[in-house]
């Protein structure tokens, strides 16, 4: 069989089994290691399998698609996690349904996001994004300007500073990956220095878990891996 016929639940142990192959290689503990399924374009019934078979955290790129699935769950919900590009205009519904965005690299966006909070929801959990590849295209801040953001993210009433994201260049080899991996476990640490709660390093999806696992990641954003090849065409993106 080949991967993509497989039940889901047997993708997920197999996912399971590298995270906690790598963390013994890392000497960590696999608690450590929060895994996010990424369940962007899969219809509600994955997602719904997928928590079912002990997936406690999800991540969603594409906001009403996300909002449409969080208002017809059923059952205890998982965790609900937006890593997906934010504009300005869509930032309502991400503060009123979800638990965390990963996407943070622009203060108008956090100050935004903090006011339309609903007052009877704890704070939102953010980590700034980072351009580790300083790739002019991609989103995020420059390693440099972290702390300073941080500081000002950290003043913003019903926002939880929770850490670091980033998203590597799809073309890197495993030496180069792993050195981008390490170069944000350093920010992170350094981060921590100065905001001793924001503990999360968001880095590592299907293709590079394992080496992000061996850099210090304590939240892993697999897609593919667990729910199968994505079909971009069946969805709507927005
Ligand atoms: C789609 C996506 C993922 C998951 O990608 P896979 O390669 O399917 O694991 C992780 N992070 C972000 C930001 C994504 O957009």
Known sequence: MSSEQRPLAERLAAVRERIASACQRAGREPAAVTLIGVSKTWPLADLQNAVAAGVTDLGENYVQEAVDKIQQWQGPAPVWHFIGPLQSNKTRPVAEHFDWVHSID?????????????AEKTPLNVCIQINISQDPAKAGLHPDEVLAFADQLSEIDRLRLAGLMAIPAADLNDTELRRQFDQLKSLSDTLIQHHPEATALSMGMSADFEIAIESGATHVRVGSAIFGQRHYAQTSAG
């Open 106 to 118: 622009r203060l108008k966006i956090a100050q935004r996001l903090a006011d339309q909070r609903p």
